[in-house]
């Protein structure tokens, strides 16, 4: 099955992280993706700071910011083809960004049977 | 409870589980085999009343849940293909139990640990539970529980939705210690939720009865796991009990003051084997503690012969592990039956406890009771009329009720 892992984190508890700690969850997330790379069928996106997020909601109406006023913010996302929802939350629970404070890996199935729109 | 009824309920108990995952793994559909089954079970209870016991009730009701099963796919369309080429085949494939040797591991354990699956809602693990695996229909679980059928209905859809769509897979998990709890708590609330609802509200089903025996179910297919024991030994004790503790208009009774002959001793004497096999596993928990106080009363011949110090010692272990307000009265409520100095001690505990018990009955009785131990006979009034305002009335009584639901067997076991 293929789920959406989006990577999702607070920005202001993020602040609070070092420069070192923040450079050595990279080199650690660097190293997920390969040791991962089996199951990530689409490797995704890492996304520009929330900062940079323009939405167009209902009405043509087009404001600045993201789509919803929460704390917590997607940072990226990423397509895995793995087994069943224990699979993905095994893989989930291994994401090194997850070692920071704020920061939380929400799990989605994808709609692949397009079957029931016919 | 008629014969027809009793062998309906003890088959329906039995099967139901064991055919939606027969089914879920023959057509691939959770939502089809779960359903398919609820229907089986519907119709079974209309037409055994009416046309007696059927001969072989295992292979009647997988005969009806695979003929559903058929019929739901035909009408979803989507798998029209594989229900055609499937319904030549034998209706009576889904071996029945009463034809094959049970399996091991149980292959009821798969379903349950997708119905306790930490991906769904917690209330809907109950509610699912109790359809899926052992078979209650959702108006059964309504009255039970005392919620709202329809709202019930779409938690369970819900729930089942997300099975299917998530990719929740019936399967005993790789992580076993880290949701083995999850679904010991979903068994423990089946059982504290029909406790309360004892009082007589669903004719056909003893939940409490199904609870324990689900629990026994876990402990004997997960042998090495010792608070599958624990709690299976608790609930047998506290099922044991079950008769002692309504009075016939409904009301609680009071441990110290249930008549100990109505107590079902051999339910006992087995819960006692579960709690010595938990022990044996060297592996303690909350459960098992819990199972050995009320071991310990089980064992009492009365409230005043009572092993205390023993009591008093696995409540101190267990209010390390469950710190929670109920625990700690009850554990108090323990430590007072030692002497005056020691219910001096318990009043204190019991008055730290205020701020979160001071909405229940309990608590004021509790607190009256060390009150008069401790030479404060005009406190222990004041306390006591608390209570009473608190339990005055038939209204409040059933908010009592109420909070016994969040606040579990606190009778003073």
Redesign the interface.
């Known amino acids: 099955?293929k789920?959406v892992l989006m990577f999702t984190h607070d920005p202001a508890q993020l602040a609070g992280v070092s420069e070192e700690d923040t450079q050595a969850v990279y080199g650690k997330i660097y190293a997920w993706f390969q040791e991962n790379a089996s199951v990530i069928t689409d490797s995704g996106a890492e996304l520009q700071p929330v900062e940079t997020a323009t939405t167009v909601k209902h009405g043509g109406v087009v404001v600045d910011g993201p789509f919803n006023e929460a704390k917590e913010v997607v940072g990226g996302f990423s397509v895995i083809d793995v087994?069943?929802?224990?699979a993905?939350?095994?893989l989930a629970k291994t994401w090194p960004h997850l070692e920071l404070p704020g920061v939380a890996v929400e799990?989605r199935?994808m709609v692949e049977d397009y079957?029931?729109f016919e | 409870m008629t014969t027809s009824d009793a062998l309906l309920t003890a088959t329906i108990r039995e099967e139901s589980g064991r055919l939606v995952t027969a089914l879920y793994r023959r057509f691939g559909d959770f939502d089809v085999a779960e359903e398919a089954v609820q229907g089986a079970v519907v119709e079974a209870v209309t037409a055994w009343r009416r046309d007696g016991t059927p001969r072989r009730p295992a292979a009647w009701l997988a005969t009806a849940a695979q003929r559903n099963a058929l019929d739901l796919l035909r009408s979803r369309g989507?798998r029209a293909r594989v229900a055609e080429r499937l319904s030549g085949e034998q209706f009576d494939e889904v071996p029945p139990a009463d034809e094959v040797a049970a399996p091991d591991p149980d292959d009821r354990l798969p379903l349950l640990f997708a119905c306790c699956?930490?991906?769904l809602a917690p209330e809907a693990r109950l509610a699912l539970t109790l359809r899926a695996v052992i078979g209650l229909t959702t108006p059964q679980i309504a009255r039970a529980f005392l919620v709202n059928e329809q709202t019930l209905a779409q938690r369970i859809v819900r729930a089942k939705r997300k099975i299917v769509?998530?990719?929740?897979?019936l399967?005993v998990?790789?992580?076993l210690d880290e949701r083995l709890p999850d679904v010991l708590a979903v068994v423990y609330l089946a059982y504290n939720e029909a406790f309360v609802a004892s009082t007589g509200s669903t004719h056909d089903r003893d939940l409490g009865s199904d609870a324990a025996w689900l629990a026994e179910v876990v402990a004997d297919s997960l042998p090495d796991h010792a608070e599958a024991w624990g709690l299976a030994a608790l609930l047998r004790i506290q099922h044991g009990r079950a008769r002692a503790r309504f009075t016939p208009t409904g009301e609680l009774v009071l441990l110290r003051d249930q008549d100990r002959t109505l107590w079902d001793a051999s339910a006992i004497k087995r819960a006692g084997e579960h709690l010595e096999r938990a022990a044996s596993l060297r592996s303690p928990g909350p459960y098992q503690l819990q199972a050995a106080i009320a071991m310990c009363h089980a064992e009492a011949p009365s409230w005043e012969e009572t092993d205390w110090l023993q009591i008093v010692t696995l409540y101190g272990v267990l209010i390390r592990e469950d710190p929670s307000p109920v625990v700690r009265l009850n554990g108090a409520i323990a430590l007072a039956q030692l002497g005056p100095r020691q219910a001096a001690r318990a009043l204190a505990d019991v008055d730290a406890l205020g701020s979160s018990l001071a909405g229940y009955h309990l608590w004021h009785a509790t607190r009256a009771e060390l009150l008069r131990l401790t030479g404060r006979p005009d406190e222990a009034e004041a306390a006591d009329r608390r209570a009473l305002e608190l339990t005055g009335n038939d209204a409040e009584r059933r908010l009592i009720q109420t909070r016994l639901r969040r606040h579990p067997l606190t009778d003073g076991s």
């Open positions: 099955m789920y087994p069943d929802m224990d993905a939350i095994t799990i199935p079957s029931q | 989507r699956h930490p991906a769509a998530a990719g929740i897979d399967k998990p790789e992580a």
